[in-house]
C-alpha cells in the first residue's frame, strides 16, 4: 500500500488523504483549494521565481471566520515534493503537515486533503515544513477572523514579512557550514557578544515586495484599522516600528492580550501581532515599518488616508534595527489564560550550540535527540535554557502554550505558539496535554532547525 493510500485510511476523525491532481474528482461542497505553485516577484528591479501559495480566484493564503471548518485540498502543481503546515492551528496530528511526522509529503503532482475545526481562531499562517522551501518564500497568511473582529467593522490588513535572497537555500546552509574564515560558525558557545543573524539577506519583503515599490493601502482619514502582522521570515527577527504613531497591540500569535499601547512591536521569527491602529484625520499617511534585527534593511506597508502624500522610503535606515528580546514580553498578559493547576511534568530543554561548524541542539533532559514525551490529561512545564549567544524562536505544533516565567520573573503571560528565548535567557511555558499524537518542537529559525535544533513532543500510548 502506498503511503498515500494508507493516509486516506486513517479514521473519521483525520481526513488527509492523498491523490493524483488528474484522477480526483470534483471538490467536495465547501473545500478550498490551495495551490502550491511558482510565481515571479521584483526584487531591486530584477524578476525572481519563488513559491507561493494561491487559491484558484488568484487569493494568497486563506480567510475563515471564527466557528468554520478548516476543509481544504493542498495541490502540489510544483515540480518537487512539497506540503503545508498549519502554523498555529491546532489540528489533530495526522493533519498537521510535517513531512514523515505527521504524514508523508505532497509528492509533485499530488494532493492533500484537511478537514477540522479552523481553531483556535486568529491571526495563522501557512508555510511548507519541507527542507529549505520556506525560503523560497513558500509561506502565506491563514486567518480565522474572530466574531468580536468581524464585529467590530474595523477595515483589516494583513502583512507578511519575508526575508529575501537571490542565493540558493542549500548554499546559503552550505556556507553556514563551513564558514570561509575556515574559523568558528556564528552563534559558537565561545562567542561573547550576541550574534543577531547567520545570513546576510538582499532584501526584506512586505506582501512581496520592497519599499522600492510598497504596497499603498487606502483607508479612511478617521477610526480604526487592524493590522495582522506575520513573520514569515527563515531567520530574521523583527522590530515593528509605527513611527510617531502609537498602536495597540490586540493579540499575540493570534491570542488576545490585555491591550498594550506603543510604536516599537518584537516580532521574533513566526510570531504574529494583531495591532489596532489609529487613524488620527490629520491626512498623513502612516508607515508600517519591519525593521530587521542588527540590519540596517527594512521592508513595510504605507496606510494612506484621501489625499495623503507618500514620501519615498528608504530600502535602509540609518541605524541598525534593535536587538529582539523580551521587554515587551514580560508586560503581556493573556485574556484568556490557561485555567490555574498545578504542573504535572515538567521537562528541561536545552537550546544548545556546537563551537565545531554549524551545529545546533535541543536536548531533553540533557539527551540530544530524545524527544518530550508527555501522557493526555497532563499539564507540562517546559523550561527552556539558551546556552548559546544566539536568539532562538522556539516554536510547539499543536499547542497553545502559556508563558509563565522569564529569567526567574513569575507571570500570567501571554498564550503563544512562539516564543523567543534569548541569548543564556530562560523561559517556561506550560501547557495542557489535550491533542495526543507526535508533534514537531524546534527553533523556528531555518538554519538552525535544518542544522539541529528539532525535537518532537510525543504522548505515551496515544493510539
Ligand atoms: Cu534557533
Not at 163 to 191: E, N, Q, V
Not at 206 to 211: G, K, M, P, Q, S
Request: glycine letters at 10%; proline letters at 7%; one cysteine or more.
Amino acid at each position: 500500500m502506498s503511503p498515500s493510500r494508507r493516509s486516506l485510511l486513517v479514521g473519521a476523525a483525520s481526513l488527509a488523504a492523498a491523490g493524483a491532481l488528474s484522477s480526483r474528482g470534483a471538490r467536495a461542497a465547501g473545500q478550498k483549494t490551495l495551490r502550491l505553485q511558482t510565481r515571479q516577484i521584483e526584487v531591486g528591479g530584477k524578476a525572481a521565481t519563488r513559491y507561493g501559495v494561491v487559491q484558484p480566484s488568484g487569493a494568497v493564503g486563506l480567510v475563515l471566520d471564527e466557528g468554520d471548518i478548516f476543509d481544504v485540498r493542498v495541490e502540489n502543481t510544483l515540480k518537487v515534493t512539497s506540503g503545508l503546515h498549519w502554523h498555529g492551528l491546532n489540528p489533530p496530528w495526522q493533519q498537521d503537515g510535517v513531512p514523515y511526522i505527521s504524514g508523508p509529503p505532497i509528492a509533485a503532482g499530488q494532493s492533500a486533503d484537511y478537514k477540522f475545526p479552523a481553531v483556535p481562531a486568529g491571526t495563522r499562517w501557512m508555510h511548507s515544513h519541507f527542507g529549505l522551501q520556506e525560503q523560497n518564500l513558500l509561506a502565506a497568511p491563514l486567518i480565522i477572523r474572530e466574531t468580536a473582529a468581524i464585529k467590530s467593522g474595523h477595515q483589516e490588513i494583513v502583512v507578511l514579512f519575508e526575508d529575501f535572497s537571490w542565493t540558493k537555500p542549500t548554499t546559503i546552509l552550505d556556507k553556514l557550514w563551513r564558514p570561509a574564515s575556515g574559523g568558528m560558525a556564528p552563534g559558537g558557545m565561545a562567542m561573547s557578544t550576541p550574534d543577531y543573524n547567520d545570513v546576510d539577506y538582499d532584501a526584506y519583503l512586505a506582501n512581496d515586495r520592497t519599499l522600492a515599490d510598497p504596497q499603498v493601502i487606502d483607508v479612511e482619514s478617521t477610526g480604526d484599522v487592524r493590522l495582522r502582522l506575520i513573520n514569515g521570515s527563515a531567520s530574521t527577527n523583527f522590530t515593528i516600528d509605527l513611527g510617531a504613531n502609537e498602536g495597540t497591540l490586540l493579540s499575540v500569535d493570534g491570542n488576545p492580550v490585555e491591550p498594550l499601547k506603543a510604536s516599537l512591536f518584537p516580532l521574533a521569527t513566526a510570531q504574529r501581532a494583531d495591532i489596532l491602529v489609529r487613524l488620527l484625520g490629520d491626512g498623513r499617511a502612516v508607515m508600517v515599518l519591519a525593521r530587521g534585527e542588527g540590519r540596517r534593511l527594512q521592508a513595510g506597508v504605507v496606510l494612506r488616508p484621501p489625499r495623503a502624500a507618500i514620501g519615498k522610503i528608504p530600502l535602509e535606515d540609518v541605524v541598525e534595527g534593535p536587538a529582539v528580546g523580551l521587554k515587551q514580553e514580560v508586560l503581556l498578559r493573556a485574556i484568556r489564560p490557561l485555567p490555574v493547576r498545578r504542573v504535572d511534568r515538567s521537562v528541561p530543554i536545552g537550546l544548545t550550540g556546537s563551537m565545531m561548524g554549524y551545529s545546533w541542539s535541543l536536548p531533553v533532559h540533557d539527551m540530544t535527540g530524545a524527544p518530550v514525551t508527555v501522557v493526555r490529561g497532563e499539564r507540562v512545564e517546559l523550561v527552556m535554557q539558551n546556552e548559546t549567544m544566539m536568539a532562538h524562536p522556539m516554536h510547539l505544533h499543536g499547542h497553545s502554550f502559556q508563558v509563565t516565567e522569564i529569567n526567574d520573573r513569575k507571570l500570567a503571560g501571554a498564550i503563544r505558539d512562539t516564543i523567543l528565548v534569548p541569548p543564556h535567557a530562560t523561559v517556561k511555558v506550560v501547557f495542557d496535554a489535550d491533542n495526543p499524537g507526535i508533534w514537531a518542537y524546534h527553533c523556528h529559525n531555518l538554519y538552525h532547525m535544518a542544522a539541529g535544533m528539532f525535537t518532537t513532543l510525543v504522548y505515551r500510548g496515544f493510539t
